[in-house]
């Protein structure tokens, strides 16, 4: 394969200077590159800088672009073309702004001027002195202009030189060095004296130097006390005044500053914010100025990486901070911004650092960007140019081909880190070096994966500026060097010697430095949100799987190893997980020494592991008396409970034979630890099991033995789980780690708490190997190659487990269990869940009217009851249900079949046990079925074999699954004759009103039989209680209790024949009874013998509520009134009359009204030899009173109550005693007002009496006012 190095121009060495430019040094002009944005970014600043010239007023701009983005290739560019450099005005794409810059650029000279500002005190010193430098440089025959503070002070000297004369100014100048007493310089001009010609040398050198500040501090001890040093400038505003006339003396027409690094300058300040907020606010003094005498205009291009605020650390205050922001927004305000973007990147890189050597170079490298391409499944990852806020070189296939061999989703790394670099560390420079570090190796093919810049940029780079993110660096070299690496290395099982040559390894190594590089940067898209593909992608040629496609697999599988042992790492529970890192300061591992020792003991990692395992497994079951699980287990329809018994199986005092073996016909299943705590190998285990007796139905689960790696692992799961407590609150980390600030606490819970499923996750992982639900890795078990499954049990041969978690291995092996022990058929399919009564009585149901149509089968419309049907019925052969239609006959029936061929190997032929079908259920081999769907397989063999129960010798009745008992059995019935079926369904069917079947058959015997017993049991008291109230008013109804027709006699027959009913336990004899019912009743059809008793308790509470009374009163009169006998005529013809000819409760209502109104009319008039009649019902019989004794009667009586009745014009006043005496009415006048009418009600009987007469007045169509109040009544003698 052809190394990339013959191709294009790769260096052998990278110097410290290499890619490093200096805008105050020449600019590279050969090597440059214009691109379009940079051409824009040019006429900009050229036309900033012609705006100065021609309208006289100084301007400034931020030039704005990252570490790397060519902001000294700029300056240096710009400089030259204001120097009017030929070489820079003809480079290429530089045509259009030098042209359009011709109307002022041509003769006009520039002083420019580049200051380094990293070094500088303040902004004053590093321009004033850069000017100086300059001049003093470019013009050494200039005079210097005065931006010192001391050049001033040396004018006012000689001033005063001129005033004093040159004898008394040097004896004085010369006791003014010895008070001084100064530094060396004035020592030695006390001693030697300072003389004329020594005055004029020290004067006419520069400030700073020892003469010239020697006399500085002898002029200020004698003459100017408190002036200031010979090194002072003047201020930024009057020095620059001084500089620009100075500048046009010396025929300029503008200064051009280029200030590199100003912000990164303030930042290393950023503690002082007064001196940040006072030389920042200078910048302002470029533009404005309080002298308006500035001879000509300044123009300044201020460099700048970021924001100052942004260096901000969290230490800095809301007032300071406020502060700032208020300086830079009115410096903002004041300067433009030229942006340098970082999409000129890639055409600079393909220029300046990839160019092909040829033609036939360019050709090859194209066919390998091609094969790239092509890979869809990471070309879109590694195209991830872009950042987040529009930053970034962009994203798409011109860039990357420009970059190749990196990529854009590199180089949008290496601009996001380009903040954290310093400035030499450009972008073109780190690129170099990694091709350099790569030259001997680097194929065309080969991609340069993004974990190449951790080494350079982040392991070995100078840390960034802000405090923030030094602390991020900082703990990604910590965490990479003290932890992640020794993890990898561990997990390779090799040293540092072999880690180079070690091909596992390095893939290793770049996936975690992938993944720091994603913490520390996670603005660049392509590192957000990092899975296994993305990771594949952006080292993409690192990884070689046996499978294509099989990479990221494997990627994840290296991450989940990693996963176990470092916490910081986080990998989410997606089917595509998320890989993310957390970055700490604190080394939160440290909190686990906190945990006393005896946490980590034996006992305390079994019952942890004991948790995992059962957790995995679905274990969920209660306790038994030894401790073990009794863990439900659904199969086929069935619940059944199987045993799981945890301990170390050799050791006889923890584990003692009892506990190992399974009672009954159950399952135990006893599951070891993947250790022993003594050490013992497993080999131990399976002597122990050797020795115990055969037979039992019990499973040994002998795990491998956990790694001492993984075993540390649960010591660590054992220290957090003790931190955290339960729930994971803390409560104890808070108290062991009281010394710790609170909030390295709180995060120190949430890292534990990572840690916690990180790790539980890991062990999971070992353990499903250690019980031989996953292949066993040497990482996490010991594989001593003898398998895990051991049992006890004659016969059965079990495998290795099955299943891809501990949940599925267990799940399997029980099936495995239970098939071995119920390998019958037909049965339930293997998930069936549990049957309930509810699914077995539908079943049964629909059974019963299978069995009770001629054609053996029932439409089953609903879908609910469908899926009952098809679930149970067709895989167990119990019937069949086809096109929504259940049948039952002998061959879908396989249980009749199998039933009777039991039967009659054991010769019964007629009868069938219960017990012995329970028995044959499970013949020739067990089934397994628990007892209810055992009761419903015979009870539906009893209905397709028309078979009845019986109990002792006598019929009984199953009406529901669990009614069967063994005690029960089956047999052949007697049944009705035809003809003898179709007459009791003839005239049952209308007699009860209950839809009967008409086939017959034992099922439908007992069927018809439970149903008319039934509705019998359920009107006979009713018809016994109507045949009573009957003859207790057969005198006033007029019935003859020995008539043999009527409706006392029909009431008597129905009576009779429902009790008959209802008391016959032989279903035969009472079909029989209700086939003669018509000729017992008297040849009284079924419909009209049914209103009989229907309504017999209609008619009981009507006899019982009558006014029976009234009813006589009025059988009293039949002789003198022919309205009385018309009444009970009446009345008593309807009660001879059958019910559903008269209802005799309305006709007894309407005698009761008649009667009523009957007597509320006039008495006719006595003869005239006869006085009115106060007829008496109380005592033993009728007595007539005299009106005087009425009189007297009605005001004394022993109730001491009457009632006056007036209905109108033409009535009669009656007046009525609560003892029953009726005084007749007598004739009231027309004009007498109505009467009022009082009664007193003491008891029910007397107040059945009051209601009867208010019903008859309102019958009469009168109203009546009722008002009453409430007394204490007297005792009745």
């Known amino acids: 394969m052809t190394l990339l190095r013959d191709l294009i121009d790769i260096p052998t060495s990278v110097g410290e200077g290499d890619f490093v430019v200096k805008a105050a040094e020449g600019a590279d002009l050969d090597r440059y590159v214009v691109t379009d944005q940079l ?71 520039f002083l420019t001027l580049t200051l380094h500002m990293l070094d500088a005190r303040s902004v004053e010193q590093a321009i004033l002195e850069g000017y100086l430098r300059h001049v003093t440089a470019a013009h050494p025959d200039a005079p210097v202009p005065a931006v010192h503070r001391s050049d001033a002070l040396l004018t006012d000297a000689a001033v005063l030189r001129a005033t004093m004369g040159d004898e008394t100014f040097f ?39 020892k003469d010239r500040d020697a006399l500085v501090s002898a002029l200020t001890q004698a003459f100017f006390s408190g002036a200031v040093h010979s090194a002072e400038y003047l201020d930024l505003d009057t020095g620059l005044a001084v500089i620009t006339r100075h500048a046009k003396s010396l025929g300029y027409d503008a200064i051009v500053f280029f200030l590199d690094e100003l912000i990164l300058w303030l930042s290393g300040r950023i503690a ?44 800095v205050g809301g007032t300071e901070r406020e502060a700032l922001a208020h300086v830079m927004r009115s410096v903002q305000g004041r300067l433009g911004e030229i942006v340098l973007a970082d999409t000129n990147l890639p055409a600079i890189t393909e220029n300046r650092l990839l160019k092909p050597n040829d033609a036939a170079a360019r050709a090859v490298i194209d066919n390998a960007f091609a094969a790239v391409r092509h890979n869809r499944e990471v070309w879109d990852t590694l195209l991830l140019g872009a950042q987040y806020g529009d930053a970034g070189i962009g994203s798409d296939a011109t860039a990357f081909r420009q970059l190749y061999p990196f990529s854009p989703a590199l180089v949008a790394t290496l601009v996001a880190l380009s903040q954290a670099l310093q400035r030499e560390r450009t972008a073109l420079k780190v690129m170099t070096e990694l091709l350099v570090d790569r030259r001997d190796t680097l194929r065309v093919n080969d991609l340069i994966g993004v974990a190449a810049l951790f080494d350079p940029l982040v392991l070995h780079g100078e ?11 900082e703990a990604a070299r910590t965490l990479y060097l003290r932890k992640l690496r020794p993890i990898l290395l561990a997990l390779n099982g090799i040293d540092e010697e072999k880690a180079t040559a070690h091909t596992q390894f390095q893939l290793d190594d770049k996936l975690v430095k992938t993944i720091l590089l994603g913490a520390l940067v996670p603005e660049v898209p392509a590192l957000h949100n990092l899975t296994a593909a993305k990771l594949h992608a952006l080292n993409f040629g690192s990884i070689t799987a046996p499978i294509p496609g099989y990479e990221n697999t494997m990627v994840l599988n290296r991450l989940r190893k990693i996963e176990q042992d470092a916490g910081e790492l986080h990998l989410t529970d997606d089917h595509d997980p998320v890989v993310s890192l957390k970055l700490h300061t604190v080394d939160f591992d440290k909190l686990l ?24 497994m679905g274990l969920a079951g209660s306790e038994g008396s030894h401790g073990e699980l009794q863990q439900p287990r659904d199969w086929r329809g069935r619940r059944h409970v199987v045993q799981v018994k945890f301990g170390n199986v050799r050791d006889p005092d923890a584990m003692p034979v009892a506990a190992l073996l399974a009672p009954g016909e159950s399952w135990r299943i006893v599951v070891d630890y993947p250790f022993d705590p003594q050490d013992y190998p497993r080999s131990a285990d399976r002597a122990r099991i050797e020795e115990l007796p055969r037979g039992s139905n019990t499973v040994f689960w002998l795990p491998l033995y956990l790694t001492d790696d993984m075993m540390g692992r649960v010591a660590q799961l054992a220290k957090i789980n003790y931190l955290l407590g339960v729930g994971g609150a803390g409560e104890r980390l808070n108290t062991l780690a009281a010394d710790w600030p609170k909030v390295d606490r709180q995060q120190g819970r949430v890292y534990l708490l990572q840690r916690q499923t990180q790790l539980r996750d890991g062990l999971i992982t070992a353990l499903k190997q250690a019980y031989g639900a996953a292949n066993p890795q040497p990482s996490d078990v010991h594989d001593d190659t003898v398998g895990v499954l051991h049992t006890l049990a004659d016969g059965l041969r079990i495998g290795d487990p099955r299943g891809g978690t501990l949940a599925d ?30 699914d077995l009585a539908k079943v049964f149901d629909y059974a019963r009217q299978a069995a009770a149509d001629p054609t053996h089968g029932v439409s089953v419309a609903s879908p609910a009851d469908q899926k009952v049907l098809r679930r149970i019925c067709n895989p167990l052969q119990l019937g069949e249900l086809v096109d929504h239609r259940y049948v039952l006959t002998i061959s879908t029936c396989f249980w009749s079949r199998h039933l009777l061929q039991e039967a009659a190997k054991e010769d019964y032929r007629d009868h069938f046990p219960v017990h012995k079908l329970r028995q044959w259920l499970d013949v020739p081999k067990r089934r397994g079925f628990d007892r209810d769907l055992q009761n419903l397989i015979i009870a539906v063999f009893s209905c397709e074999q028309q078979l009845s129960w019986y109990e002792h010798g006598g019929r009984t009745n199953v009406v529901a699954v669990n009614g069967v008992e063994d005690r029960f059995e089956l047999r052949q019935p007697d049944l009705p004759s ?10 049952g069917q209308p007699f009860f009103g209950e839809v009967l079947p008409r086939f017959r058959n034992p099922a439908n015997l007992a069927t018809l039989a439970g149903d008319l017993r039934r509705a019998a049991t359920a009107y006979a008291t009713h018809a016994r209680d109507l045949v009573t109230k009957l003859i207790e008013h ?6 003859d209790p020995t008539a043999p027709a009527g409706r006392l006699a029909t009431a008597q027959r129905v009576a009779a024949l429902l009790a008959q009913v209802r008391d016959e336990r032989d279903d035969v004899v009472l079909v029989g009874l209700i086939a003669e019912g018509e000729e017992r009743l008297g040849g009284l059809d079924g419909q009209a013998a049914s209103v009989v008793f229907k309504q017999a308790r209609h008619l009981v509470a009507a006899l019982d509520g009558a006014q029976w009374p009234l009813i006589s009163a009025v059988e009293r009169r039949i002789d003198t009134d022919h309205r009385a006998r018309v009444i009970i005529e009446q009345l008593r013809a309807a009660a001879g009359a059958e019910q559903h000819g008269v209802d005799l409760a309305r006709a007894l209502q309407e005698a009761v009204s008649a009667a009523a109104a009957l007597l509320a009319e006039v008495e006719p008039t006595p003869p005239p030899d006869r006085k009115p009649e106060v007829v008496s019902s109380g005592g033993a019989g009728r007595r007539v009173v005299s009106p005087d004794d009425q009189e007297e009667q009605v005001g004394t009586g022993s109730q001491g109550a009457s009632e006056r009745s007036a209905a109108g014009q033409g009535s009669v006043l009656t007046t009525l005693t609560i003892d029953g005496t009726c005084v007749l009415p007598q004739q009231r006048r027309p004009h007498d007002p109505p009467a009022l009418r009082t009664r007193v009600v003491a008891d029910e009987r007397e107040l059945i009496e009051l209601v009867t007469e208010l019903r008859a007045e309102v019958t009469a169509g009168r109203r009546v006012t009722v008002s009453w109040n409430t007394e204490e009544s007297e005792r009745r003698p």
């Open 39 to 109: 051409r824009e970014n040019f006429s900009a600043a050229l036309q900033r800088i012609g705006h100065a010239v021609t309208t006289g007023r100084s301007q400034a701009m931020f030039l704005h672009g990252s570490f790397g983005s060519g902001k000294s290739h700029f300056m240096a560019v710009l400089r030259e073309i204001l120097a009017h450099n030929p070489k820079a005005r003809q480079l290429s794409g530089l045509s259009g702004p030098v042209v359009a810059a011709e109307p002022w650029l041509p003769g006009r000279r």
């Open 171 to 209: 004896a004085a100048l010369r006791g003014g060095a010895t008070a001084g007493g100064g530094g060396l310089a004035a020592m030695r001009a006390s001693a030697e004296g300072w003389t004329p010609q020594r005055y004029a040398d020290a004067a006419a050198q520069p400030p700073g130097t």
């Open 272 to 315: 002082d914010y007064t001196f940040v907020n006072t030389e920042g606010a200078k910048l302002n003094k470029l533009v404005e100025s309080a002298d308006a005498a500035r001879p000509l205009p300044l123009v300044s291009f201020v460099a700048r990486q970021r924001n100052l605020e942004e260096f901000l650390g969290p230490q």
């Open 463 to 473: 840390l960034p500026d802000r405090p923030k993110l030094r602390q991020q660096f």
């Open 593 to 616: 020494d906190l945990v006393p020792h005896n946490e980590t003991s034996a006992g305390v990692r079994q019952q942890l592991l004991r948790e995992l395992i059962s957790a995995e």
């Open 809 to 838: 291995a267990f799940r399997n092996l029980t099936a495995e269990l239970l098939e071995w022990s119920y390998p019958g058929t037909p049965a339930l399919p293997v998930d069936e869940k549990p049957l309930t009564r509810a």
């Open 978 to 987: 035809d003809e003898a079926w179709k007459a009791a369904v003839q005239f």
């Open 1034 to 1039: 057969a005198a006033p109804l007029g019935l």
